[in-house]
């Protein structure tokens, strides 16, 4: 796949899920339904991309030590958060309506360790990788150094207001732009030209 639309597409796909989310809401509930459905999806789309765009910045920090760390964290983040979305679809699709789904939600966070990995810690290493991929590759000047504070943004912005993400997501896409629009070559071959 190429890295430059996993750059752009990721954030956008984001973008898609907070305006979903926000409609989603108009008639006061979140699904079930076809926004729901439509908004998760966009999200898991996402996290797929974000498989890719992590993979990139570990090459573009030559494979070390703390970018594999950060790459192997961001992956379980990944599974974790990709399993909260797969669960809200599933609950969205086995609900008649939005007070069908409470109960749904509470048997699935009732089984040990669900809640923790799925819904409270898990995705939190998603964006830590996230802001330490990114704090690597400024700190070795391939980002802009104010890149980290977009980062930041974009998960400081929901936790505020959920309404929020799209803002969010802007932030995201701005702080991924530079990396779409270079073209990155293999670790491999750099060190090659260097060599």
């Known amino acids: 796949m190429n890295t430059r639309i996993a ?12 305006l979903i989310r926000i409609a989603d809401g108009f008639d006061g509930t979140r699904g079930p ?27 573009m920090l030559d494979r070390n030590r703390i970018a594999t760390t950060s790459l192997v ?8 958060a990709s399993a909260q979305f797969v669960i809200d679809i599933a609950v ?17 966070q009732a ?3 669900v809640s923790l990995a799925v819904y409270q810690v898990g ?19 391939q980002l802009k150094l104010w890149t980290p504070v977009l980062v930041m943004l974009d998960f400081a912005i929901p936790i505020i207001e959920k309404d929020l993400i799209p803002l969010g997501a802007l932030c995201m896409l701005v702080s991924f732009w530079p990396l779409a629009r270079r073209q990155v070559q293999p670790a491999a071959r750099r060190t090659l030209v260097h060599a």
Do not use: K, N
């Open 92 to 108: 969205g699709f086995m609900s008649a309506d939005h007070d069908a789904m409470s109960p749904l939600f509470d048997q699935v």
């Open 123 to 141: 995705p939190m290493l998603f964006y830590i990788a996230q802001l330490a991929l990114v704090i690597q590759l400024a700190a070795r000047r």
């Open 33 to 59: 339904g076809l926004a729901w459905t439509t908004g998760h999806l966009a999200f898991l789309a996402a996290l797929v991309l974000f498989i890719v765009i992590f993979r990139e910045m570990w090459r």
């Open 7 to 18: 750059f752009v597409a990721a954030p956008l796909l984001v973008l898609a899920y907070g």
């Open 73 to 80: 964290v961001g992956l379980v983040g990944i599974a974790c």
């Open 111 to 113: 089984i040990p360790g």
